[in-house]
T-cell receptor
Framework: DAEITQSPRHKITETGRQVTLACHQT?????MFWYRQDLGHGLRLIHY???????NKGEVSDGYSVSRSNTEDLPLTLESAASSQTSVYFC????????????FGEGSRLTVL | QQPVQSPQAVILREGEDAVINCSSS?????VHWYRQKHGEAPVFLMI?????EQKGHEKISASFNEKKQQSSLYLTASQLSYSGTYFC???????????FGTGTRLKVLA
């Protein structure tokens, strides 16, 4: 069965370190998204991609970057982790046609000390 | 800008009804509704396209008023399994990019 997986599921890091969260989907979807979820804010869009070599900034992109070298993967990098980036991160993907239903990964809980 | 959801939280008894509202300051192309159980990923419930249509999923239905830039989710005869956080996701201009509301926490008690 096609799926979308995130790793690591839990990570603790220190302020200033670089962190990369992986997202891998086997749906062959062109569209991929990264959201962060915080209490009181719901899901906020960080970055998104409509295909290979395409990346776009979302609502809360400062301090984050992504790259899309193939269809399956959209890694999210925190160049210099800050305590304000402690959050649960969700990756999602969707087709470029149809109803645009988002398929979410299980989430990655990141704690920055 | 995130759409505004109301209420922020609601507690129901089994069999009671609830309405969750989603309001945007921008013109909408479509609206998605998702439910998230605690500790799990959000799961798609339905999509509403502009045109004022209403759709249903089991005893959960929704409406979309394009002119008012609002959508409402109706939960009828709620069940324990309906507990969770509900999010609306608003799409602008057919971009397949969704901006989510802040969520509505719903708890159904036996």
């Amino acid at each position: 069965d096609a799926e979308i997986t995130q790793s690591p599921r839990h990570k603790i890091t220190e302020t200033g370190r670089q962190v990369t969260l992986a997202c891998h989907q086997t749906w062959n979807h062109n569209n991929m998204f990264w959201y962060r979820q915080d209490l009181g804010h719901g899901l906020r869009l960080i970055h998104y991609s409509y295909g290979v070599q395409d990346t776009n900034k979302g609502e809360v992109s400062d301090g984050y970057s992504v790259s899309r070298s193939n269809t399956e993967d959209l890694p999210l990098t925190l160049e210099s982790a800050a305590s304000s980036q402690t959050s649960v991160y969700f990756c999602a993907s969707s087709e470029s046609k149809g109803n645009g239903e988002l398929f979410f990964g299980e989430g990655s809980r990141l704690t920055v000390l | 800008q995130q759409p505004v959801q109301s209420p922020q939280a609601v507690i129901l008894r089994e069999g009671e009804d609830a309405v969750i509202n989603c309001s945007s300051s921008k013109a909408l192309y479509s609206v998605h509704w998702y439910r998230q159980k605690h500790g799990e990923a959000p799961v798609f419930l339905m999509i509403l396209l502009k045109g004022g249509e209403q759709k249903g999923h089991e005893k959960i239905s929704a409406s979309f008023n394009e002119k008012k830039q609002q959508s409402s989710l109706y939960l009828t005869a709620s069940q324990l399994s309906y507990s969770g956080t509900y999010f609306c996701g608003t799409e602008i201009g057919g971009t397949y990019k969704y901006i989510f509301g802040t969520g509505t926490r719903l708890k159904v008690l036996a």
